[in-house]
């Protein structure tokens, strides 16, 4: 299919090509990069916003709350699903991904899960090339949710322009698991679950944390009882309160332009003078110390800048 | 001081030296490069343990007692203390690196700290490099202790030829945590504070986690009173019964020496056409939509690969 065509198609509102450029972004296929060069200029409206939260937290029912909560508002709302953990949690993604099948019979949402991991580049770059075509096909709310509160999970939430963080009373080890770098992403702090006993005392402790953070004093705490719907209407305010739209920060531009070149040069090194087969052969003479890793790495690098890969030394 | 009097030196036990040199490889230092080459070829002989889990597992007292454990048996120990998380834990770190200051008495046990993040590479190829001077200096074992269980941390303890994740009963959460991917790298389960009630329950619902996996089924699952030095032989036989040497599989290195030459070639276009003060304005244009970051990232990549060498050639 012709590019521009392809493009107008995914702007216009089909959806099966843009699932098809989905794929081809997330698989890093031949067209990718022209078709997300294509894509950007239209890209920077949205409101991207990420949700975050233990295991057991109630993302999914969230994200369908607020999804529901969009729509009302006439919003065009897309879900993406990222789950950058191994084929073991599967059972339980799977069980999301079902549930959530109930917004398909409603036009308004379209839900993209994205589950690769190990490409070249890792998760959260490929979560940002996707963000920008669903941003690009006209979606005015962008909904990234993610499975944990790991690293990887903190590096895709961060390409949101608002982030939200679910936590509920029920797990006591909540509080103990936002060390894990997750606080300082987070702008709204979300109880979810709060008919559950232990919403105040999980508050307080939320509050003690947050006032000695530099900025966290100011940050809100909302309450939610998503099942029901409760609180949602003040989650999804508090959320476009926060984020502007998904133009992306300079600085959010400044991290993912490095992370661009970084993937590219890999990505012609792999090509080039790294090949799986030579990769391999240095990597076993290297595990029996027959090789010096940091000399090998030395001349790979002068190769590719040189244009003479793997030639020997200059004489 | 000249470089291989500092590997001598270095090799010879000088623990001064040796912390001035593993500064000098997370800084990455002018004479990192050197440093770590010279002192690859003495690497491969000790052997790397990891462990981690959840916080609140007992993971500063299980390694303080594995050292114990390890001195008795006339092995020069080494401790790596990897945060990989924000400054805002750091109450609780100073606490565990008090708490570990027992060792420094005992001449044989060496602690090194490493808080860095943010470098070029990230945390798990600095830790790696870390990894071949504290090999390179002679220590037997080397236990290498993570915060948390993020995706940080997996990368940091799959630089191990072994690796223990610790559960402990109390913690409800902790056969949930573990789906975050950290399963797949542990080799060694402990079931720490083993003495608190909901230690079978723990057990059972391990192994029925495990036994879903591939290699699972087979995997050891200990029992420890690290506080009393309970259990702590068998663990200590179990994990040398698993790792071979930290000459490092040729799979590691495969994975290792890419990681190395992504950094490098970054590093190289850091200091040539992406400068700080380029990156700040290319950043900006991107932001309002004057600069398409898909098309200047080609030509950025162009520009390296093919224009004007970054150093001077060979003469």
Redesign the interface.
Known sequence: MELNLWVEKIRGGDVRLLARGLSEIENRGPRS?AL??AL??HS?QARVIGLTG???AGKSTVVSALALEFRKREKRVAILAVD???P??GG?ILGDRIRMQAHDADGGVYIRSMATRGSLGGLAPTAADVLVALDAAGFDVILIET????????DVVRIAGAVALLLTPS???DV??M???I??VADVFVINKADLPGADRLESELRAMLSI?PVGAGLPILRTVATAGQGIDKLAEALLDIDSAH????????H???E???E???D??VRGS?SEEH??V???Q????EA???????E??RG????RPLEP??E
């Open positions: 990069r997300l060069s950007f200029p920077g233990a295991p057991g950058p953990t191994s073991f949690t339980s499975v944990g509160v790991g690293q990887a999970e903190v797990s006591g080890d103990q698991t060390k894990a770098g606080m300082e953070q133009a992306g920060s300079a600085d959010y531009w400044r993912r332009l490095t661009m070149v970084s590219k040069l890999m012609r090194l790294l990769l391999a240095a990597a076993r290297v595990a029996v110390r010096n890793p940091y000399e090998l790495v030395d790979l690098v590719l800048l040189t244009g030394e200059c």
